[in-house]
């Protein structure tokens, strides 16, 4: 099994992007990606852009990833109750590619953590809102309230043993799908 592992941040510091990888490590003989959106930052999106030029290279490349995988993991941070500019940019030109959706059906598991008690909520509730329109297959959903309470930055691991047994059970459930549907 593939599995790519996006943050939907470009900050060197992401704490989305640490919750991703802790998710993606818990994968037993599993191909793992973590994708740093950095190499796919694009002039923000206009369709006089897109007409002049067509769709950026770094979008048919990250749409690649997309299609190599088997499952998506996708952590997103919450700027102002949905997701960052980063990765809306990256979303809205993968959009632009023609005869595909940006999520091209992959089986997804939705994840956000925050600083605060809402652990992303705004963005979860906005990205499971929008992604199945854009071939968004979301199998199950996390949310990790409190980051720098609930993540052990020095062990790289959900340290909150409640909520890191729900996201193993989730782990779980979505890798006997995907061992299924690799038969």
Request: glycine content about 6%; hydrophobic content about 40%.
């Amino acid at each position: 099994m593939k599995v790519l592992a996006i943050a939907g941040s470009n900050s060197d510091a992401s704490m989305n992007r640490q919750l991703v990888a802790y998710a993606s490590s818990l994968f037993e003989n599993a191909e793992v990606e973590v994708v740093d959106l950095n190499p796919f930052e694009m002039p923000i999106y206009k369709h006089e852009r897109e007409l002049a030029g067509g769709v950026p290279q770094e979008a048919k490349n990250f749409a690649a990833k997309i299609d190599g995988a088997n499952l998506l993991l996708v952590s997103l941070p919450e700027h102002n109750g949905t997701y960052s500019t980063a990765f809306k940019n990256v979303f809205d030109w993968v959009s632009r590619i023609k005869d595909r959706t940006v999520f091209n059906q992959v089986p997804m598991l939705l994840m956000s953590t925050s600083p605060g008690g809402r652990g992303g909520a705004g963005v979860l509730e906005a990205a499971s809102k929008r992604f199945p329109s854009h071939g968004g297959n979301i199998v199950e959903t996390f949310s990790l309230p409190f980051f720098n309470d609930n993540f052990d930055k020095a062990a790289q691991k959900i340290s909150n043993e409640e909520k890191d047994s729900e996201l193993k059970d989730k782990i779980k459930k979505i890798a006997a799908i995907e061992t299924i549907l690799e038969k």
